[in-house]
């Protein structure tokens, strides 16, 4: 695709039918969903997707076209009710539509295709592909955290009609001994570099894909070219990032001299193995021309490890801390986990004998999760927040005589709450 000229769009997905036959239409949505084309279902605005996120919208597509086959009707001709609530839809919930017969689909998985569909629709109306596309909404009214705790401005969203209502979610979280007793497993079972990669996600919240694409020139090789505060390295994130925005995060002192030691000693290694690799003396040669600004190689090919190969690898390391372990539950360990330290500081600041009330400490925390937590995620839903402070809440009023992390505390998060 690069040597056709058309490296914009090499890494952008493309759709076939069963029978091999390039779906023309759909592959260009792809191309233009990568570019920001493709407008959000609810919201006017422009998405610039990272690759994880359009490899999952092709899947999605590809998943309604093939349900357009099954039940007989042209993608050309579906209507918003008649066909993806009153028929898609419900064939996912009963489970009459899934991999396997029988398997009713989660709520948050049949709203995420249902709104490709709708998406898909949309644009193809726009581009005169398909007849006009209407799809009923209503506005509805959403609490967006001003600079202070206590101040909230309403936005006006256009909610679709007909999605399904999420089912609650449980934020459990593992102790910080069991975190790390599963980081020494994963570096025993899947590697060094893979567990340097998930620690990293855990100390400084990082999305799986931003630790992926990870670049050597993240933190200078001179230390003395850091810039630190305290504990701490700021560095700035450009790749990988939810809507290629840029950030910059902390990342501690101790962990940064890691990454900078794994950079000289087991990535020059690793280098050196897919280097080595080729299978003749110019192959070699090449492959020694070659930049790999990435930081993170594989220690058996020398070749970039993926997004995806470090959510393999995190879900085959054994005897996981908590049901659901995974990168995403990473960040809201990360989060839970700043905000009790948060706490625990103020209160020996305060010193011995003070009465601390949970209120007190949940209204602090809504302050940290402005201030300190959101510019580290890069994004947090309203009602995630609200998750953080519930859970800090019941962890102090449960802890007040130990002193102990409940590791066993679930905290059921609002409903409609999307991933951040």
Known sequence: MEKADFGYIAE???IF???????REASWYLRDRSKGEAFDVEREVRVFPVRSSISQYAYKLADFLAWC???ERDWREVEYHRDLVSRYQQHMLRGNWAAEPGQKLSPSTVNGRVDEAVRFSNW????????PFKVQTKTTHRKVAGIRSDSHKLTNI???IGKVRPKPIYLSIPTPAKVDQWLRRFAAERGETKALMAELILRTAMRREE????RIDYL???LGKWKVMGDYVSALIEHGTKGNKPRYIDVPLDLAERLVRYQNVIRQKSRMRYVTAGKTEEEQKRRLREKEPRLFLSEHTGTPVSGKKLYQAWHEVTSRPVDGWSPHLGRHYWTCKTLLE???ERVKMLGEGAVVTPDWATALARDDLLMFVKPQLGHIDGKTSEAYTVWLGKMLRSATETGEWIESLQIAAPENQKET
Do not use: M, S
């Not at 039918?17 to 779906?23: G, P, S």
């Not at 193809?124 to 007849?131: E, N, P």
């Not at 630790?211 to 990870?214: R, Y």
């Open 69 to 71: 086959d099954w039940v």
């Open 17 to 23: 039918d069963e029978n091999w036959r390039y779906h």
């Open 211 to 214: 630790v992926a694409q990870w």
């Open 124 to 131: 193809a109306a726009k581009r005169g592909l398909r007849k």
């Open 12 to 14: 952008v997905p493309a």
């Open 220 to 222: 200078p090789l001179d």
């Open 342 to 344: 948060r706490h625990r």
């Open 158 to 160: 256009e909610a679709r």
